[in-house]
């Protein structure tokens, strides 16, 4: 048998009251697919706006992390410079100390008499070979000529300065 219409074609029993689908008109159909349409759009327009809020969590998540991350390096860096530091510090008050203590060996007068005969082959002075000299007298005296020029440069500056103010 051949079916023309499936429509209106029964299966089954027919002592059941058969489903009956009413004639739509165009109309009717036309805005329910219209409509149909719409809640697609609107539904599809939600799942967009979701996975643009899901990528949007996830792009904030990752620069959150990565600023948390170059925090944590940059602090990790002062950590290591200020160990360092303190290391250095550490070996310099110790070479300090050293320095001290070698000081006061060499502050003894009676280590550096005994360098001096020993090493130096120095003899101990004698008071009546002593050279006496008056520091305070003027050994080096200054020519007129150097004066003179000093005198005339402060005399041309003095007259252009006046020139110009």
């Known amino acids: 048998m051949i079916v023309v219409n499936e429509e209106s074609f029964i299966q089954g029993n027919t002592v059941l009251q058969p489903e009956y689908r009413p004639y ?18 609107r539904k599809a327009k939600k799942r967009l706006n979701n996975k643009v809020k899901v990528i949007r969590n996830i792009v904030l998540t ?8 170059g925090r944590y390096c940059a602090i990790y860096n002062m950590q290591m ?11 310099i008050n110790r070479e300090n100390e050293n320095l001290k203590v070698e000081l006061v060996k060499y502050n003894n007068l009676q280590y550096i008499e005994d360098i001096a005969i020993n090493k130096l082959q120095m003899l ?20 007129e000529k150097k004066a003179q020029d000093k005198v005339e440069k402060e005399n041309i500056w003095n007259k252009l300065t006046k020139l110009l103010f």
Not at 27 to 40: A, D, G, T, V, Y
């Open 24 to 41: 739509r008109d165009n109309q009717s159909h036309e805005e329910e697919n219209k409509k149909e349409k719409l809640r697609k759009k």
């Open 62 to 69: 990752f620069v959150v992390g990565l600023v948390l991350i």
């Open 81 to 91: 410079e200020l160990n360092s530091t303190k290391h250095n510090i550490n070996e």
């Open 124 to 143: 101990p002075p004698d008071k009546g070979a002593a050279v006496y000299t008056n520091l305070g007298k003027e050994n080096i005296k200054i020519t």
